[in-house]
């Protein structure tokens, strides 16, 4: 029996992208951008991460609200590093589920939605059209 010796926990190794919507979004290829959307997680950005001790804890997640007439944009992201640096800097990798169900939560109150806003190929859709995406 070795003394001394601890047990280090696994480090959870997360890649915070969806490279399939990274693609799709390159090639603005509508068919593309639903498969990745219904078959992969995509990064959302947060107010205030979720509880670590609490799986079922997400996050507040971060939307915008313009200043001039008050419509309300939810940022999606294809890959964490294509967030802005004036963003809150959580983020969280969302399940195509989560990601309806959200939509669906808040649909009146979202405008619209928009990809990669900050590039390299932003992306804009109504949060309808991508209801409608994510239930083909």
Do not use: C
Not at 37 to 62: F, I, K, Q, Y
């Amino acid at each position: 029996m070795a003394a001394g010796k601890k047990r280090k926990g696994k480090k959870l190794d997360v890649d915070f992208k969806n490279t399939a919507l990274t693609d799709a979004l390159q090639t603005q290829d509508m068919a593309a951008i639903a498969f990745a959307l219904r078959h992969g997680p995509t990064v959302v950005p947060l107010m205030t991460p979720g509880d670590a001790d609490n799986p079922l804890s997400v996050g507040e997640v971060w939307t915008y609200r313009d200043p001039n007439n008050g419509q309300v944009a939810l940022l999606l992201f294809s890959d964490a590093a294509h967030k802005p640096e004036t963003l809150p800097p959580h983020v969280a990798l969302q399940s195509p589920q989560w990601l309806r169900a959200f939509l669906g939560a808040h649909e009146d109150a979202i405008t619209t939605v928009f990809m990669d806003i900050a590039g390299p190929h932003p992306i804009q859709a109504s949060p309808a059209d991508l209801i409608a995406a994510l239930d083909a």
